[in-house]
């Protein structure tokens, strides 16, 4: 396993070994020993979320307050362009985002931490993501952050026009949004 540290130090690349030859491939897509190893934390997961969208399709930027969940996401088929953002009142990044391309191809995930929101677009035709939590979903907790805040100024790769859903449309902007202490 090789873990990288995107430009906000606390979120991870992992790209798993993987073994191929012939007939296909295969690789060990979580371990928890080799991953606290890798990165020294120690991840219980608790909810399996499986997300499949269309070209375009923006979900995010969610969070949940109160008990608030990390999470270790994947693309197993097609890609997504991954947006995390930085909502910790005391860190000096609050307020800032990274974005990494997860896709079926590169096999690659991404690490976020609790007090992190994330969204995605679909970069390709389709794309199916697999989300482990640490904690589970609670609707009263879950808020959203407004995917366009030009405060963010998030550089989404759209090819159209982006698909949202409307509890997404209602986000709040970063600048009235709950943060983490």
Request: net charge neutral.
């Given at each position: 396993m090789k873990v990288t540290p995107t430009a906000i130090p606390e979120v991870l690349i992992v790209e798993p070994r993987v073994y191929g030859d012939e007939?296909?491939?295969?690789?060990?897509?979580?371990?928890?020993?080799?991953?606290?190893?890798a990165?020294?934390?120690?991840?219980?997961?608790?909810?399996?979320?499986?997300?499949?969208?269309?070209?375009?399709?923006?979900?995010?930027?969610?969070?949940?307050?109160?008990?608030?969940q990390a999470k270790l996401v994947r693309a197993i088929a097609g890609a997504i362009f991954a947006v995390v953002v930085d909502l910790r009142k005391a860190s000096p990044f609050l307020g800032r985002w990274v974005a990494v391309e997860l896709s079926a191809e590169n096999r690659r995930q991404c690490w976020i931490p609790a007090g992190f929101a994330f969204g995605s677009v679909v970069v390709s035709d389709f794309a199916e993501c697999l989300v482990k939590s640490t904690d589970y979903w609670t609707p009263q907790n879950?808020?959203?952050?407004?995917?366009?805040?030009?405060?963010?100024?998030?550089?989404?790769?759209?090819?159209?026009?982006?698909?949202?859903?409307?509890?997404?449309?209602?986000?709040r902007a970063l600048a009235d949004a709950e943060l983490f202490a």
């Open positions: 007939r296909g491939f295969f690789y060990e897509s979580f371990n928890a020993r080799q991953f606290a190893e990165t020294g934390r120690h991840a219980i997961f608790v909810q399996d979320d499986h997300i499949r969208s269309a070209r375009d399709v923006v979900r995010g930027l969610h969070y949940q307050v109160g008990v608030p879950e808020r959203t952050i407004l995917w366009n805040d030009p405060a963010l100024a998030i550089e989404w790769p759209l090819r159209g026009t982006a698909v949202v859903s409307a509890k997404d449309n209602l986000g």
